[in-house]
């Protein structure tokens, strides 16, 4: 199973920026698996920023972002989504995408697959 990430960047503070996580495996069904968006600062520990769950019925958000992102996913793409709005400094981080067997929680250990990560840098 491979979850990649795409579309960080560095922008300022106020934009947006929608990141994607496309996932792929041989015997991976992707709408068996609740997907979540997690981020990582540095020298913090990995925190939960949002999820979804296997069919984008329901929806999970961070206190610190809810508002202003938006989870989503396109499961005839095999592709979950993280929509960025009015982005602040504090929002820089490493942003991973995971996946989870069944549900979407919002810890770091439940889930099953890892994506490799993409930086999203916000400037003030």
């Known amino acids: 199973v491979q979850l990649q990430a795409s579309g960080g960047g560095l922008v300022q503070a106020g934009d947006s920026l929608k990141l994607s996580c496309a996932a792929s495996g041989r015997t991976f069904d992707f709408s068996d698996y609740g997907m979540g968006w997690f981020r990582q600062a540095p020298g913090k520990e990995r925190e939960f920023v949002a999820a979804?769950?296997?069919?984008?019925?329901?929806?999970y958000y961070a206190d610190s972002v809810k508002g202003r992102f938006t989870i989503s996913r396109d499961n005839a793409k095999n592709t979950a989504y993280l929509q960025m709005r009015s982005l602040l400094p504090e929002d820089t981080a490493v942003y991973y995408c995971?996946?989870?067997?069944?549900?979407?929680?919002?810890?770091?250990?439940?889930?099953?697959?890892w994506g490799q990560g993409t930086q999203v840098t916000v400037s003030s």
């Open positions: 995971a996946a989870q067997k069944g549900l979407a929680t919002k810890g770091v250990d439940d889930y099953d697959y």
């Open positions: 979804v769950t296997w069919s984008g019925g329901s929806t």
